[in-house]
């Protein structure tokens, strides 16, 4: 079976790269994704969420959610599975980045953009900023794949973890929440 992952996952870069790459969207995927190194765009906006008390819920379950993301992705799972990066195994790729962190698996900017995400889509009080909240995690994942740092299942487990981390953090914080209120 992680052969047939592994043949899928090669496949869909190259199918990117040769069917979805448009040379005048290059710099600006390339920035977009940058902006997730070591999530520092989803922090920031996190930490200026606690500054205003209508996001200040938000902000604080994403932060949390990106710790549990950061630690189950960089800090366990990376340095368990090792797999190397799609621009090192594959010959016929050309990737728009590299990255410092030779290890693919899992996407930690996906990770992190989920979880800042969809802590948001859980926290945040208007509907549309709940949706451009979805929206940015999917494109960061995306971004990923466009860029060729990441195979397909590095951005899904990624995704997933990044959801889960964030359920937890609202779990959390809706138990931290009712035991105030006690």
């Known amino acids: 079976m992680p052969e047939m992952i592994q043949m899928l996952d090669e496949n869909a870069l190259l199918w990117i790269q040769d069917a979805v790459r448009v040379p005048i ?3 600006f995927v390339e920035i977009f994704t940058s902006l997730g190194n070591a999530g520092v765009l989803w922090i920031v906006l996190s930490l200026g969420m606690l500054c205003w008390r209508p996001t200040r819920r938000a902000g604080g379950t994403a932060l949390l959610a990106m710790a549990l993301g950061m630690l189950c992705t960089n800090v366990i799972l990376k340095q368990l599975v090792l797999r190397p990066r799609p621009y090192v195994t594959m010959e016929a790729l050309i990737p728009l980045l590299t990255s410092a962190d030779p290890n693919s698996f899992p996407s930690g900017h996906t990770c992190a953009a989920f979880a800042a995400g ?15 909240a979805v929206v940015q995690a999917v494109c960061m994942g995306l971004s990923r794949l466009y860029v060729g740092v990441h195979y397909p299942s590095d951005v899904l487990a990624g995704a997933l973890i990044g959801g889960l981390c964030a359920l937890c953090a609202l779990w959390l914080a809706a138990r931290s929440r009712d035991r105030r209120r006690v």
């Open 25 to 27: 969207l290059d710099p």
């Open 118 to 132: 969809m802590a948001w889509a859980g926290a945040l009080p208007w509907r549309w900023a709940r949706a451009a």
